[in-house]
């Protein structure tokens, strides 16, 4: 789970996973109301899908 931050030194360590639209579909219904999905530049370049904590800012 990623918290957001105002800080742009923070950083996330983690891997990316190729899925599946359903597979994705299943993890937004897994996933309760306290997150939210949103894109994420990672530092590569590649976009990918995060989840974050709904109670603070999403970062971008």
Do not use: K, N, Q
Not at 4 to 29: C, M, Q, Y
Not at 42 to 57: H, K, N
């Amino acid at each position: 789970m990623v918290l957001a931050s105002s800080d742009p030194a923070d950083t996330v360590e983690g891997h990316v996973f190729t899925i599946s639209d359903a597979e994705l579909r299943a993890a937004d219904a897994y996933e309760v109301d306290d997150y939210t999905r949103i894109g994420v530049t990672l530092r590569s370049g590649t976009r990918a899908w995060v989840y974050v904590e709904r109670r603070g800012r999403p970062c971008s």
